[in-house]
């Protein structure tokens, strides 16, 4: 280059980008890495622990989590890819469509023969393959990518899809007893624990009741002792979310995620919903009665509840933005969480919750706006 | 709010003593170098000038001058790169002639009279010899030490922490001018009515560290503060929350607390200027990144970065982006023809074989890492996404002109959104 043409930055092939000129390790790969490598181990948990158990119709539990998982994952990677050959400007985003595969597996309900063969949920094995795919294509289509255009996800895409495909199911899922007429009969009403209706068996002999229940889910043996019930809640358990199967592996894997990757996983979630899961239940038991240590269990450690705490509430595209906005998150995440369960009686009424609470996002990103240094 | 840490990569760089680098055979000096009013060339083509002599200055108050690097003639005057503004401004070019000749408008004054100097002159001499703050900011230094009546100094922080990584100039000039630095301080403290002096450094400095232990231990009221600080704390606010406590308001002047910080590279300028008549003609420069070995440099201002890369023998065909003062807050030049400023810290080569580009850039999954992570407390999404629609008014309710530049955002975010360069630019 000449002195005379330096009037005008030289066409040089350097590189001109704005500062910083280095970049910090994490990326959003790395971070889909990490919680695809946690909800693995928790799939991989689920299977073994239920591996020992066949459905009604004959299928393996653990085997079918592991069938469940692969086309969960199947599905979303593949429409992933898919769309970005097909649509210019869609995003491959492989890692991010694998952790969603498996939130999907691992929300999805399991083994709860009586409720799936008395009333038509697709809750086993071969039907739960086809509507685990359904969830998946739903959700990546329509709650990932077709909401993604929109400039940010607005609502928890596996959440919002397995809520839409149950749709048909809902006057099933809600507000209808009968699908615990078995327990009632025996005077071991399930609703028992969700709220006014099982209000007289909670209070005589609530802890055995239940756990005859929980326990009686693919003829575990009978015991209904508070520790076998404890147990059950805490250790292993033969129903519901995929997920819930261990709500101890979940905590330990859950707690592992939020140190390797900290300061990028809104914990706040997860530390209020909990705390607010405890508070509801002693109320609910203040105001019903009932053996409060039960209630406490159930709330807290129900798949749908401890996973969703884990792994769902504190997906950070659908929630706040302020520490004071996740704090009120999962107050909030938690009253609807107990209030749906108690009053709707919807278990894994939580998804419910999550997604009313995801639409109050933009409001509460207007709480705890903090001042700058010096003001 | 926690400070994360950054790697420093400056285990090499920091052994390397300073090296005087050869004037140059044409030395390109921009005009406007500082923060404040530009100036106008004294000089014409074809005039000569001495080595030192202010060759560009204005009547404004808050201005710097400029002097010639070098003895010669001046061949030309144009626009050149300027890497304190990212534009091409105005510069003047000069043709050394080899002689050496000295410009003596500025007469040492004797370590033995500081005392008896009034304050005034020093501060004449300060404005005289050009001298803004180089650990960046580029403000004149007299302005700084220029103070109102009602607002007693307590403290004179030195910020010796050089917290961007790879830099290691201002960590060889405390090792290796540590007498003149002494010296610079005596200057400020006098003319700020005899402070505390407050040094602050990190632990990991050991060298430098040791050298201001000795050199200082005899002078009176100062101390030394050493810490594992971060990047982050080198910033003046920061600096003076770690030191003091508190936080100052971005809107007053740093005074009004009754602090005055100013970096170790400005106070050995001051001492240059009072006791041996130099003006800010020449700062140390780190060159590093990807070259073999690392140098700290002592090179004339208005060295154009092509000679010193061809000095070293850097091949010019591999070098992919090449960064002035500092890879967290400096800018990368289009042009290795641009000169070195008073502001050039360090040169920074990435190599086309090393080089990989920063994160890809996917959509923002709201994490708020960059939220939790800025030093300043801003929400920097909140305000990047502001100024992406176009509504400044709401960037300026979330103080988007509160930002310091420090970069912090942009290095945490796992979306590779350019949230630092985009607020930056808004900041004004």
Redesign the interface.
């Known amino acids: 280059m000449t002195k005379e043409s330096s009037n005008e930055p030289a066409s040089s092939d350097l590189i001109v980008e704005p500062a910083p000129h280095i970049t910090g390790p994490m990326t959003k790969d790395r971070l889909m890495l990490y919680t695809f490598v946690a909800l693995l181990i928790i799939t991989a948990v689920s299977a073994i622990l239920w591996a020992p158990v066949t459905t009604p119709s004959g299928w393996n539990l653990g085997l079918t989590v592991v069938i469940n998982a692969i086309i969960a994952v199947g599905v979303a990677v593949g429409i992933d890819a898919l769309l970005h050959k097909v649509v210019a400007d869609s995003q491959l985003n492989i890692m991010s469509a694998a952790v969603f595969g498996l939130i999907v597996t691992l929300s999805y309900s399991l083994g709860v023969p009586i409720m799936a063969t008395a009333e038509i949920l697709p809750l086993e094995a071969p039907d739960a393959f086809l509507y685990v795919a359904l969830i998946s294509l739903i959700g990546l289509v329509l709650f990932k990518k077709i909401q993604g255009l929109a400039g940010r996800k607005y609502v928890n895409p596996a959440a919002t899809a397995k809520l839409v495909v149950f749709l048909p199911f809902l006057s099933t899922m809600l507000l209808v007893k009968e699908h615990f007429a078995l327990f009632t009969e025996g005077g071991l009403g399930v609703p028992l624990l969700a709220g006014p209706i099982g209000n007289t068996v909670i209070n005589n002999n609530g802890v055995a009741s239940f756990a005859t229940y929980l326990q009686g889910c693919y003829n575990n043996p009978a015991s209904t002792t508070l520790a076998d019930l404890n147990w059950l809640m805490i250790v292993e358990k033969y129903h519901g979310w995929v997920g819930g199967a261990s709500s101890l592996a979940v905590i330990i894997v859950g707690l592992g995620l939020f140190i390797i990757a900290r300061k990028y996983i809104k914990w706040r979630i997860t530390l209020s919903y909990l705390v607010t899961v405890t508070v509801m239940a002693l109320l609910m038991t203040a105001i019903y009665g009932g053996d409060a240590e039960v209630r406490i269990l159930f709330e807290l450690f129900i798949g749908s509840s401890i996973f969703l705490a884990f792994f769902m509430a504190t997906d950070p595209a659908t929630t706040p933005l302020t520490g004071i906005g996740q704090l009120i998150f999962g107050v909030g995440l938690g009253v609807l969480t107990v209030l749906i369960q108690t009053y709707m009686n919807f278990f894994g009424g939580s998804l419910l919750a999550l997604i009313i609470m995801n639409l109050t996002v933009p409001l509460l990103d207007r709480v705890g706006i903090h001042k700058p240094f010096g003001r | 709010m926690?400070l994360?840490k950054?790697k420093e990569h400056k285990d090499q760089a920091r052994k390397a003593p300073i090296e005087v680098f050869p004037d140059p055979k044409?030395a390109i000096v921009l005009t406007y170098q500082h923060a404040g009013a530009p100036n106008t060339p004294l000089v014409s083509v074809g005039d000569s000038v001495g080595i030192g002599q202010k060759i560009a200055d204005s009547k404004e108050k808050v201005n710097a001058s400029v002097h010639s690097p070098i003895s010669g003639k001046v061949v030309?005057l144009?626009?050149?790169?300027n890497s304190c503004y990212q534009e091409?401004s105005e510069a003047i070019?000069i043709e050394n002639d080899g002689k050496k000749l000295k410009d003596k408008t500025l007469t040492p004054i004797p370590v033995s009279e500081l005392e008896k100097t009034p304050n005034a002159v020093l501060i004449k001499r300060i404005r005289e010899a050009g001298i803004i703050g180089l650990g960046g900011a580029g403000f004149p230094t007299h302005i700084k030490l220029s103070l109102p009546p009602d607002f007693p100094i307590k403290h004179l922080v030195v910020n010796a922490m050089e917290g961007e990584?790879y830099d290691t100039a201002d960590e060889r000039l405390i090792i290796e001018k540590t007498s003149n630095l002494l010296n610079g301080v005596r200057v400020m403290r006098k003319i700020l009515g005899s402070p505390e002096v407050v040094i602050a450094t990190k632990s990991n400095k050991t060298e430098a560290l040791a050298k201001l232990t000795e050199v200082f231990s005899e002078e009176p009221n100062t101390k030394i503060v050493a810490g594992n600080f971060t990047y982050q704390q080198g910033d003046a606010?920061?600096l003076q929350?770690v030191l003091f406590g508190y936080?100052?308001?971005?809107d007053r002047r740093s005074y009004e607390r009754g602090t005055i910080v100013h970096n170790v590279a400005t106070i050995n300028a001051v001492a240059k200027a009072v006791f041996e008549g130099e003006p800010l003609i020449s700062r140390v420069t780190t060159l590093t990144g990807d070259i073999k070995e690392p140098k700290n440099l002592l090179v004339k201002i208005g060295t154009p970065i092509s000679d010193i890369l061809n000095h070293f023998e850097i091949d010019q065909s591999d070098?992919?982006?090449?960064?002035i003062g500092?890879?967290?807050?400096?800018?990368?030049?289009?042009?290795?023809?641009a000169p070195v400023t008073k502001r050039t810290s360090s040169i920074?080569v990435?190599s086309k074989s090393k080089?990989k580009p920063?994160?890809?850039r996917?959509?923002?999954?709201?994490?708020?890492?960059c939220?939790?992570?800025c030093?300043?407390?801003?929400?920097p999404?909140?305000i990047f996404n502001a100024i992406d629609k176009g509504n400044m008014e709401k960037a300026r309710r979330?103080?988007v002109k509160?930002c310091i530049?420090c970069?912090?955002c942009?290095?945490?975010c796992?979306?590779?959104i350019?949230l630092?360069?985009?607020i930056?630019?808004e900041r004004h």
């Open positions: 926690a994360l950054i044409i030309k144009g626009d050149t790169y091409c070019y990584p606010a920061q929350k936080e100052a308001n971005p070098i992919q982006k090449v960064v500092g890879v967290m807050m400096g800018t990368s030049v289009p042009t290795t023809e920074i990435f080089y920063l994160k890809r996917t959509t923002c999954i709201r994490c708020s890492r939220i939790s992570a030093p300043v407390r801003l929400h999404v909140l979330l103080y509160d530049a970069g912090i942009s290095y945490v796992p979306s590779g350019p630092a360069g985009t930056c630019a």
